[in-house]
């Protein structure tokens, strides 16, 4: 079994962060504030794209990226996958 080194021993309870945690302000108009801020930064980040652009060329974007596309009167999602772009047609529910 490995020996403790003589500057790393500690007591049982102690408290071995040298920082200390201030919560943030839990009432009043910067907690309405905070709060509405963090409700809209979450709401925009679901938010899903509606933009309509042109067809995706192999070379445009990364892996990963969605892009909402009209071909004349169907309507695809085209999906970034490993270099490559895939489409699903879209129909009204």
Known sequence: MAK?????????????YSESY???ESSG?????SSHSKVKDLDSK???QTKLENK???????????KLVREGDETYLYYKVEGSWFK??????
């Open 4 to 16: 403790a080194l003589p500057g790393n021993k500690r007591k049982y309870g102690e408290n071995v």
């Open 22 to 24: 201030t919560p943030p």
């Open 29 to 33: 108009v910067g907690a309405l504030n």
């Open 46 to 48: 679901a938010n899903t």
């Open 56 to 66: 995706p060329r192999n070379i445009d974007g990364v892996t990963g990226d969605k």
């Open 88 to 93: 699903t047609q879209l129909e009204k529910a």
